[in-house]
């Protein structure tokens, strides 16, 4: 069974740094592209980055272009998101996904 | 980037009531569209891939078709665990896109 776990949000200030991690177990992790989706509060889903199985492709969304790095380590079957310069409009639910296998999700707020 | 229109926002419907759902792109994503259904608090729930593909124990009553820009998701006989926000998502590049969700209420 697929499972994708979070961990890593939490409260930070503005212009702050958090990193997620997400666990990966089920499946040959270093075969598939893995990817971030965030939340904010009340609001829609919205796609924030793709890696490709090596880590040698990354794509973003132009909103965290400069600020996130997703990244992963094949080796820890774990996926990561770097996020600096954090902004109050980051504040989301980020969820790591596997194509259409999600996780549960991990709350990031940015605020003073 | 792709952008997904998705309607109607909001849906009335009543319990046994046939619904439908549009999400249409704005250029051709072949039958790379999903459709999930979500409740507070809870992470989406995949029922469509492939645009008309049932994902493994959703029930029948959900069925989704369309290929190139128009795709729809249809509850043939509304139940009430179905009363829910849905969204589309295309995958057929890159960088996906989401619908901006169609929430589903009591009527």
């Known amino acids: 069974e697929v499972q994708l776990v979070e961990s890593g949000g939490g409260l930070v200030q503005p212009g702050g740094s958090l990193r997620l991690s997400c666990a990966a177990s089920?499946?040959?992790?270093?075969?598939?592209?893995m990817s971030w989706v965030r939340q904010a509060p009340g609001k829609g889903l919205e796609w924030v980055a793709n890696?490709?199985?090596?880590?040698?492709?990354?794509y973003y969304v132009d909103s965290v272009k400069g600020r996130f790095t997703i990244s992963r380590d094949n080796a820890k079957n774990s996926l990561y998101l770097q996020m600096n310069s954090l902004r109050a409009e980051d504040t989301a639910v980020y969820y790591c996904a596997r194509g259409t296998n999600w996780g549960q999700g991990t709350l990031v707020t940015v605020s003073s | 980037d792709i952008q997904m229109t998705q309607s109607p926002s909001t849906l009335s419907a009543s319990v046994g009531d046939r619904v439908t759902i549009t999400c249409r792109a704005s250029?051709?994503?072949?039958?790379?569209l999903a459709w999930y259904q979500q409740k507070p608090g809870k992470a989406p729930k995949l029922l469509i891939y492939k645009a008309s593909s049932l994902e493994s124990g959703v029930p029948s009553r959900f069925s989704g078709s369309g290929s190139g820009t128009e795709f729809t998701l249809t509850i043939s006989s509304l139940q009430p665990d179905d009363f829910a926000t849905y969204y589309c998502q295309q995958y057929n590049s890159y960088h996906w896109t989401f619908g901006q969700g169609t929430k589903v209420e009591i009527k």
């Open positions: 890696i490709k199985q090596d880590g040698s492709e990354k």
């Open positions: 250029q051709s994503i072949s039958s790379w």
């Open positions: 089920g499946f040959t992790f270093s075969s598939y592209w």
